[in-house]
Structures are given as structure tokens and as C-alpha cells.
């Protein structure tokens, strides 16, 4: 039961943290261009050439990116580990490859 309640948690930080950076980025917008640029720029059809939009999606993509390593960071893990929730049940078989490396880089900064 906790284990549920902590990934449906986990998914309504994520979304939270998505939704914050969506209207950050598009506030962050609003304050370099004007209401009328912005509603011509991310209107419907969107002028995807525009600079504000181009500005606006790459601010969207960067306050994403940083709010969801951050929200991973400094939400989801410190409370999986305060609560004793592994993140994953059991390692995947097709990460398996992925294991192995991060072992032998591990197994090779060791012995240096």
C-alpha cells in the first residue's frame, strides 16, 4: 500500500514540477515580448519561426529538465529512502548491460 501511494505521489510531483516550468517559461516570455507577440507567436497555428516561441520552448525544455532532476533529487529519492521504497523493485533485464558497466567502472575506480 505505501509503495502505491508513493508512486502515485512521485507522479503528481513530476506533473507539478512539468506545469510549473511550462508557465515559468511562458511568464519568463511574457516579460521580454508583448501580449500581442506572444499570442501571435504561440497562437494557434504557433509561428514556430518566431524568436519568442524558439525562446519559450527552449526555456520550457532547460526549467523542465532542471525542475525534474531537481523534484528526482530532492523529493522522490530522499523520501524512497526515508520510507525504505526501493525505486525499482528489482533490476530489468534489459538494463542488465547497464549494470555490468556501471560495476566495472565501479570494480575500475577502485582499484586505482
Not at 505521489?9 to 508583448?34: H, P, Q, S, Y
Not at 520552448?57 to 523534484?71: D, S, T
Request: charged share 15%.
Amino acid at each position: 500500500m505505501r509503495k502505491n501511494l508513493l508512486g502515485v505521489l512521485d507522479i503528481v510531483v513530476l506533473m507539478t514540477v512539468n506545469v510549473l516550468a511550462v508557465l515559468a517559461a511562458i511568464g519568463l516570455c511574457g516579460l521580454v515580448w508583448d501580449r500581442l507577440t506572444l499570442e501571435a507567436a504561440l497562437g494557434y497555428p504557433p509561428d514556430r519561426l518566431h524568436p519568442a516561441f524558439l525562446t519559450c520552448v527552449l526555456i520550457l525544455v532547460l526549467f523542465a529538465v532542471v525542475g525534474n532532476v531537481g523534484a528526482f533529487i530532492g523529493i522522490i529519492l530522499p523520501l524512497h529512502m526515508l520510507l525504505n521504497v526501493p525505486l525499482a523493485p528489482r533490476p530489468r533485464p534489459e538494463l542488465r548491460w547497464l549494470y555490468r558497466y556501471a560495476k566495472r567502472v565501479t570494480q575500475f575506480l577502485e582499484s586505482s
